[in-house]
């Protein structure tokens, strides 16, 4: 049976590119918002200097009811990844992909034995522990995730499925679909996620029951997927041990003011776009200032992209965020 498709929500013309693309791959996601609606608000809102529209986007989202919902043709395209990748492939990349979007509050925080969802702590951000799901160990710097609905991985496989055969795109996914390829999926063609190229995401959440699903559902194989080549001349943290270090950064700018910790998070994002990574000191715990150390890429990234997101002070070991 057909996906009963709706269409009520729509990107208008202008907001994605709209030119027919061949297609050979299929990302997933999760909004890290709330519903369908508010995705297609932020995206329409979505512009840069001078007025101009980004073009991000997916062509369908999933609403928490399970409804799929077609934002855009899916032979067309917008921005996904966020890639810093060459622009040759990573415009490439971003072209032959369909982009679904599961409705979801994404990775919570947990304190005090509290879930709270979007990096926020408040009484409107609370989520019940019967919600959630336990990755059982720290995903990206979070153990807890809002739980997909049945009725959103119901539509997921059948949507999967259907595209797969549209589109001829290869039934299958990396084998090891919560580890981090890079750009060694730059011409991978199936199923991935978006956390499969971008360390500092989390989507789709960490559950294996999804990966099992898509298989049950549609047909997916998992195969082989080399981890990215390491570079000679200097050593590079492993898979591992970048998963080690998100968590334990996570962790120690979580203990940080919530503010201070959040544009701690950011830095560390960026950093990690530009192949830079660094681990933070153990800070002063509800403190505005923690200490770090670069332990791999290029040092002088870190004051520029500090200042650019606007700490109060950057030094080539303290970063301090103002307290008001």
């Known amino acids: 049976m057909p996906v009963l498709v709706d269409r009520s929500l729509r990107l208008p013309r202008g907001e994605y590119f709209s030119g027919i693309q061949r297609k050979s791959g299929i990302a997933i996601h999760h909004t890290a918002g709330g519903s369908a609606e508010a995705s ?5 809102r979505d512009h840069g200097n001078g007025g101009r529209p980004n073009l991000v986007g997916t062509a369908f989202i999933i609403g928490h009811d399970g409804t799929v919902f077609e934002i855009f043709n899916p032979t067309a395209w917008a921005f996904q990844f966020g890639l810093r990748w060459p622009a040759a492939a990573r415009l490439a990349f971003e072209r032959r992909f369909i982009g679904i979007e599961i409705a979801s509050e994404g990775a919570l925080i947990e304190q005090d034995g509290e879930l709270y969802c979007f990096d926020r702590i408040s009484s409107r951000t609370r989520k019940p522990r019967d919600q959630a799901l336990d990755a059982g160990h720290p995903y990206r710097g979070y153990r807890w995730f809002d739980r997909y609905e049945p009725a959103q991985i119901r539509s997921l496989g059948k949507l999967v499925d259907e595209l797969c055969t549209r589109f001829e795109i290869p039934r299958q996914y990396p084998e090891q679909p919560f580890e981090y390829y890079g750009d060694r999926l730059a011409r991978f063609e199936g199923v991935i996620g978006h956390a499969m190229v971008r360390l500092d995401k989390t989507d789709p959440a960490p559950d294996p029951s999804l990966w099992q699903a898509l298989e049950r559902e549609a047909g997916l194989k998992p195969t082989p997927v080399a981890p990215p080549l390491r570079q000679r001349g200097r050593p590079v943290l492993t898979s591992l041990e970048i998963e080690a270090l998100f968590a334990q950064n996570a962790e120690r700018a979580d203990a940080m003011r919530v503010a201070a910790g959040s544009l701690v ?33 290029d040092h002088r990234h870190v004051q520029p992209i500090g200042r650019a997101l606007g700490f109060k002070t950057v030094t080539d070991r303290l970063l301090e965020v103002r307290s008001a």
């Open 265 to 297: 998070k950011a830095l560390l994002m960026e950093l990690e776009r530009r192949g830079t990574y660094i681990r933070l000191d153990a800070p002063v715990p509800g403190s505005h200032q923690i200490g770090y150390q670069v332990v791999q890429g």
């Open 40 to 44: 297609v608000r932020i995206w329409c």
